[in-house]
């Protein structure tokens, strides 16, 4: 059976789009990979901004206190991860504007317009998000878990953090709130595409 016209035109058009997809998906990937190379450079710099937090809930005490790393391998991993995450936070407005590039040419004019309120407001309310994790959220836990510390008695208990450890707790959680600050803009698309109701958010 020979394709018609239409078949092969509609063929066309479904291959079309998924060669923009993976050469979009290929921009993101490329420019994630750029940034954490440039963001690399400066790694040592954003540690010591990640580690403001400790320092702070240390107070005068952070004087003598350090970090350690166990295996030879951290110190290095510990600098990749801190210059992958710093490039996530670097391209995520570029991958909100790939994703609305690719759906925009089919959506309707207010759609559209639509699309680009959500596109700017998503990277804007997870910059919140993470400025609200690393200034409130982080120092709060910080002193939190410092206080089951016990450096009196004969045998004192005190804080010596992996910096792997550290490092992982405070950018999860400031990945997560920038995340979690995305969900004013999910509720509203979902309200917007008529999949939720206003009824159903007041319950």
């Not at 993976?22 to 710099?45: D, K, P, W, Y």
């Not at 410092?146 to 707790?169: Q, R, T, V």
């Amino acid at each position: 059976m020979t394709p018609t016209p239409r078949s092969t035109e509609r063929l066309m058009t479904l291959q079309a789009h998924w060669q923009e997809l993976r050469n979009r998906l290929l921009l993101c990937v490329i420019a994630l990979i750029v940034a954490s190379c440039a963001t690399f450079e400066f790694a040592g710099q954003l540690y010591q901004l990640i580690v403001h937090p400790l320092e702070s809930a240390l107070g005068p005490s952070s004087t003598g206190r350090k970090l350690i790393f166990t295996n030879l391998t951290e110190g290095f991993a510990t600098h990749l991860k801190v210059a992958f995450y710093s490039a996530f936070v670097l391209v995520f407005p570029f991958w909100c504007y790939q994703l609305y590039a690719f759906v925009a040419p089919g959506l309707r004019p207010n759609e559209r317009r639509l699309l680009v309120t959500f596109a700017l407001l998503s990277p804007v309310l997870f910059a919140f998000g993470a400025v609200f994790a690393y200034f409130i959220v982080s120092p709060m836990l910080c002193k939190f878990f410092l206080s089951f510390e016990n450096p009196a008695g004969s045998l004192p208990i005190l804080l010596e953090a992996k910096i792997s450890d550290y490092l992982d707790l405070i950018l999860d959680f400031i990945l997560a709130f920038g995340l979690a600050f995305q969900l004013p803009v999910a509720i509203l698309a979902l309200v917007m595409l008529q999949i939720v109701t206003h009824k159903t958010l007041v319950k």
